[in-house]
C-alpha cells in the first residue's frame, strides 16, 4: 500500500493510474500537481486526486512515492525543483515515452542517479489528453516496462512493481536502450506515419473532399494523429537516433513497394502483402 502518492501531471496516464490505485484501496492520499489550476481543478471533480497544488516543492514534500508523468521534456526541470524537497526514503518513477533521455535528465538534476529512481513506460494509452482523459480500466492487463539501472534499489523497483500491478498492469524489466529502439519501432515510428500522412493530406488543395470520403481504413490507420503534439515533439527530441533509424529502415522498405508499384512487379507486391498480412493476423490474435 501507498501512504502517500504524488502524480505530477495529472493527465491521461497519472490520472488513470490514480483512479486505478484508488479503486483497488491501495492509496490512501493523492496530490495532484500540474501548471494550470483548471486541470488540478477538473481532476478534484473527478475525485482522481485528494488535493492539488502548482507547486512541485510542495507536492512531493511529504510523498512516499513520486509520479513524474509530464511530457519528457519537463523531466529535468521538475527533478532540479523537486530535488531538495523529497523525502530521503521516497520513490521517484515515470511513465516517459522514453527512457534513455529521461534517465540523463534526472542523473543531471540530481547530481547522480538516485537509488530510489525506478524509470517506467506503461505501454497504454489513447490519442487523448488532460485529467477528464483519464480511466480506471487503462493499465488493466497492459504492460508495463521497468527499466532499472545498476544504481536502483530492489526495494525501489518491488515497490514500483507492485503498484502497477495493483492498477492491473503485467510488469516486465528490460534495457534502457534495448526499451528505446524498440518502442521506436512500435510505436513512435507508426506516430509519424500518422502525423505525416494527415499532415501531407491536409496540406493539399482538395483536404475537405479527401477527407470526405475517407473510410474506416483511414480513421484506424489516422487515430494517434489526434494525440497531444507537444508529448510527440518531446518524444522525437528525445528519443532522436532510436527513430530516425527507425524511419531510415521503413523508408527504404517502403521504396521497394514503390518500384514494385512503378514497375508493374504484382509478384513482388503479392509476396510483400502476403508476408505482412501473415504476421498482422498473428500478432492480432
Ligand atoms: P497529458 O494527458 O497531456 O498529461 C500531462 C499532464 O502534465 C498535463 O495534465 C499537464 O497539465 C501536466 N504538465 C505538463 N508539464 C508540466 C510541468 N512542467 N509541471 C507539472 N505538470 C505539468 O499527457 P499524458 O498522455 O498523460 O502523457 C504523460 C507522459 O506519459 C508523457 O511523458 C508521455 O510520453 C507518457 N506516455 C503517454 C502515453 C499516451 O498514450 N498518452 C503512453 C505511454 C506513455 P498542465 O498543462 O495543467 O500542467
Known sequence: MIERLCIIGVGLMGGSLALALRDAGYVSHVTGCGRSQANLDAALKLNIIDSATTDPAKAVADADVVLLAVPVGQVGALCKTIRPHLQDSAVLTDVGSV???VVRQVEAAFGEIPENFVPGHPIAGTERSGAEAAFADLYKNRKVLLTPLTQTSADAVNQVQAMWQAAGAEVEQMSVTHHDEILATTSHLPHMLAFGLVDSLAR?????????????GFRDFTRIASSDPVMWRDIC??????????????QADLEIIR???????????????????????????
Open 204 to 216: 493539399q488543395k482538395d483536404y475537405a473532399e479527401i477527407f470526405r470520403y475517407a473510410a474506416g
Open 99 to 101: 527512457k534513455a533521455d
Open 259 to 285: 518500384q514494385a508499384i512503378d514497375s508493374g512487379d504484382d509478384k513482388a507486391l503479392l509476396e510483400i502483402f502476403t508476408r505482412a498480412k501473415s504476421a498482422r493476423d498473428k500478432y492480432a490474435q
Open 237 to 250: 527530441i528525445h528519443n532522436r537516433s532510436a527513430i530516425l533509424k527507425a524511419m531510415d529502415r521503413y
